[in-house]
């Protein structure tokens, strides 16, 4: 027999933008507490903590939080997983509840990136009056435009144009056609942290960042937080009916790495990874693609979104 | 000191230990021992395999670009490319083209070039590699 299912009964997001006037734990705090309130809960009743932030990861922010919403004890997992580092907070907690450890976890994913600039550039290096080789390459200088890029906006773009080269088709605008769909869709988001629509020209004519990415294509960098409170079957029958009847119940839940492929180190391989989750989730939940009536996609840069839609 | 003794007391380094300099410049791989697969860096073990054992090997000099950006975030625009040299790829810069999308073509045959980043205050210089238009192309293509 597996074990019991896990059911989100208490959810949360700031609105994303810019927050000059929080610092991370007052958005990670905006959250929580209002997650525990959605759940009818408190601090008294979680008893596991996964927090997710990326970058203060040496801060222990999970434990900073809690030294502002409720200092219970209990255990607290400090995630940071990239672009999926919210969803992994999500993941320990899933998997602690899972494992029987608690009956009750809370995942906090919150960062503050507003001004942030380019992610992925590195520094320039201290100056040296010598040539002196470092790192794993030996390289004698930063490698950004000598060695190509490791901008986040020229590694996507060159993720989308090797699929473009590979299946044809994939033209700047179509890449442009899927920030259009995306920008409409935000209109009818009020916690977006962008809600304009923009029209195709615009998308095409604004200012290039790593062609073909211009920067309507281009995840903004901003501050925001979002809180969720999961629970095992035996809790969940014990909770009131107003609580019960909003209970979602999570079908799967699946974290992949990316498995060895030919030039994965040169230009990562998105597919082969997003493609093992979906099939691992399939089998969990016991349903195909078939029964879904939506899907709701992430990717940080618009041709993530064809790259990993069509896989 | 004459003009050739000059050249040669001159001492260079490469940008990056995978390349290697000398008359036909060169770049060069950890090649698994096991199961061939190819890395830049320098390695542990094989992410492929798992085996330890690696052997340098050259990569061919000449390729076709498999995958391009255009950054245009800093003063002066660049091209980074994916290469393909015959079943190796290559993360590099490409030079000697128009960083333009109309210049800079999917399928694009290329070869590997060097050029000089400078001298340092012990008179050591540096040279980096990038690629660039293949000349048989573009003879071809004239």
Not at chain 1, 234 to 245: A, E, M
Not at chain 1, 255 to 260: I, N, R, V
Request: aromatic share 6%; proline share 5%; net charge negative.
């Amino acid at each position: 027999m597996g074990s019991e299912d896990v059911w989100i009964i208490g959810s949360n997001m700031t609105k994303f933008g810019k927050h000059p006037e929080k610092d991370v734990v007052d958005l990670a705090s905006e959250a929580s507490v209002s997650a525990l309130r959605d759940a009818e809960m408190t601090m008294s009743d979680v008893g596991v903590l996964g927090v997710g932030n990326l970058m203060n990861a040496g801060a222990g922010i999970g434990q900073q939080l809690q030294k502002q919403i409720g200092q219970t004890g209990i255990p607290v997992f400090n995630v940071s997983n990239a672009c999926a580092t919210g969803a992994t907070a999500l993941r320990v907690a899933i998997m602690a509840v899972k494992a029987g450890e608690t009956d009750v976890g809370m995942a906090v994913g919150v960062e503050k990136l507003a001004g942030a600039g380019l992610l992925g550039q590195r520094g320039p290096k201290p100056k040296s009056e010598t040539w002196e080789p470092s790192g794993r390459f030996g390289a004698i200088g930063s490698t950004e435009g000598r060695i190509g890029t490791n901008i986040m906006p020229g590694v996507f773009a060159q993720v989308g144009m090797e699929y473009g080269h590979k299946y044809g088709g994939a033209s700047f605008e179509l890449f442009a056609k899927i920030s259009e769909k995306n920008h409409a869709h935000s209109t009818l988001n009020p916690l977006a942290a962008y809600q304009k629509r923009f029209t195709l020209d615009e998308i095409m004519n604004d200012v290039m960042i790593a062609y073909p990415n211009t920067r309507p294509m281009c995840s903004g960098n901003c501050d925001g937080a979002a809180a969720m409170i999961v629970v095992n079957d035996s809790k969940l029958q014990s909770l009131p009916i107003s609580v019960r009847k909003r209970a979602v119940k999570i079908s799967a839940s699946v974290l992949t790495s990316d498995p060895w492929v030919e030039g994965c180190q040169v230009l990562p391989d998105v597919n082969t990874l997003t493609r093992n989750a979906a099939t691992q989730a399939y089998e969990q939940a016991g349903i195909g693609p078939e029964d879904l009536d939506l899907v709701e996609l992430h990717a940080v840069l618009q041709l993530l979104n064809l790259s990993t839609t069509t896989i | 000191m004459t003009d050739l003794e000059n050249l040669e007391s001159i001492q260079q380094v490469p940008f990056v230990d995978y390349l290697v300099l000398g008359e036909h410049p060169y770049l060069c791989a950890n090649e698994c021992n096991q199961c061939k697969a190819r890395f830049f860096d320098r390695r542990n073990a094989c992410a492929s395999c798992f085996s330890d054992e690696f052997t340098k090997v050259r990569i061919v000099t000449t390729g076709e670009v498999t995958s391009f950006t255009i950054v245009e975030m800093g003063p002066v625009p660049y091209v980074s490319a994916i290469v393909d040299c015959e079943g190796t790829p290559v993360r590099c810069t490409l030079i000697g083209v128009d960083p333009t999308p109309e210049e800079v073509q999917l399928g694009m045959k290329v070869e590997l070039t060097t050029y000089s980043m400078g001298v340092d205050s012990e008179g050591t210089e540096a040279i980096a590699f990038g690629f660039t238009p293949s000349k048989k192309s573009m003879k071809r293509s004239k």
